[in-house]
């Protein structure tokens, strides 16, 4: 097989693969470019109506790219709406995502002692939760920090932890994490805890 189909194959291959992902950046990414070699490919074979349509794909994803990363810290893109422990639309998120959240918070239920809890939303779709427990002392345990699968390529608790305000008033001075494995270690380092002895710790503004 000539270089050039290879070439084109693989722009192919990695439109296809980019539609199987979950989350919404890595999509954008692999449809970019996926979609930049296959307009290569057809402009190089005059195939001009595919070149035109995957030029004008991989622009669109350009333009969503930049805009996911504009707003990926951007307080006016997310907001975070505190909810009761107990509401029912909280338990029907985590009931949802109930799969999922066991991978990494295997003991997590909706039946935790919890005090407080809050959502975060981007529009009108949810995509995180934290719920909080008081361990006395001014020190809070995170329970559950999840983040759904389409934006798991950011970090949406740090508009919890540092950006709305939203523990203001809850009279915190530190929050703790003690996640069953290492999968979290890489979000939580990001959303600002340190790990120590086995516990990743945080401290909240007074």
């Known amino acids: 097989m000539p270089l050039l189909e290879i070439i ?3 722009g192919s291959v990695l ?3 980019s539609l ?5 950046l890595r999509f ?4 970019l470019v996926g979609s ?5 490919y057809n402009a190089w074979v005059g195939i001009w109506p595919f070149a035109a349509m995957n030029g004008v794909i991989a ?8 805009r996911l990363l504009r707003e990926r810290h951007d307080a006016d893109a997310y907001r975070v709406v505190e909810v009761g422990p107990d509401e029912a639309y909280l338990r029907h998120v985590v009931a949802v995502h109930a799969e999922d959240i066991a991978r990494f918070y295997p003991g997590y239920t909706a039946d935790e002692d919890a005090r407080w809890a809050y959502l975060v939303l981007r529009g009108d779709e949810t995509v995180g939760m ?3 427990r008081d361990s006395g002392d001014g020190v809070g345990e995170v329970l559950l920090d999840y983040v ?14 540092r950006r709305s305000g939203a523990l203001a008033g809850t009279g915190l001075r530190e929050l703790t994490v003690t996640p069953a494995g290492r999968a979290l270690d890489d979000y939580l380092d990001r959303v600002g805890f340190t790990r120590t002895d086995g516990v990743w710790r945080r401290q909240l503004a007074a």
Not at 20 to 24: C, D, G, L, N
Not at 28 to 31: M, Y
Request: net charge positive; proline share 4%.
């Open 59 to 66: 622009v669109i994803d350009l333009y969503w790219i930049w």
């Open 8 to 10: 084109g194959w693989a």
């Open 28 to 31: 954008r990414v692999l449809n």
């Open 148 to 161: 759904t699968p389409r934006f798991r390529d950011f970090a949406p608790g740090e508009f919890v932890y």
């Open 36 to 40: 930049a070699i296959a307009t290569g």
């Open 20 to 24: 199987m992902q979950a989350r919404v």
């Open 15 to 17: 439109v296809v693969v």
């Open 130 to 132: 934290v719920v909080l």
